[in-house]
């Protein structure tokens, strides 16, 4: 990481918009490998949160996250095993303009 990270909003949207409603077994265990893949670069300090969010319109997962630069960002979305699995989960990624974080 550079000595200026970046920070980005990532809104991972589900493959549709019941999913909550009728999620299967296979992408139960997913979304656990998922949260894993998270909570594991929330421990080496990539992630700032992340959570579901419970959007009327259907859910939605938001992740913020601390990078070098965009292409971090893209390649650690590429390697989030609900996306790997191709079964319709999409990231959209921002850039933040700036960030305020504690202390």
């Known amino acids: 990481m550079t000595d200026t990270p970046k920070f980005f909003?990532?809104?991972l949207l589900a493959p549709r918009?019941?999913?909550l409603q009728d999620i299967t077994?296979?992408?139960?265990a997913l979304?656990?490998?998922?949260?894993?893949?998270w909570r594991e670069a929330?421990?080496?300090?990539m992630v700032v949160?992340?959570?579901p969010v419970a959007d009327p319109?259907?859910?939605?997962?938001l992740g913020v996250l601390r990078v070098a630069d965009a292409q971090a960002v893209k390649d650690f979305a590429a390697g989030d095993p609900v996306v790997k699995a191709g079964i319709g989960f999409r990231?959209?990624?921002?850039?933040?303009?700036?960030?305020?974080l504690p202390g």
């Open 9 to 11: 909003v990532c809104r």
């Open 17 to 19: 918009p019941t999913f």
């Open 25 to 28: 077994a296979e992408e139960r």
């Open 31 to 37: 979304m656990g490998a998922h949260a894993g893949y």
């Open 42 to 45: 929330m421990a080496q300090g």
């Open 49 to 51: 949160i992340f959570g």
């Open 57 to 61: 319109a259907g859910p939605w997962g």
């Open 91 to 100: 990231y959209e990624i921002l850039p933040m303009v700036s960030a305020v």
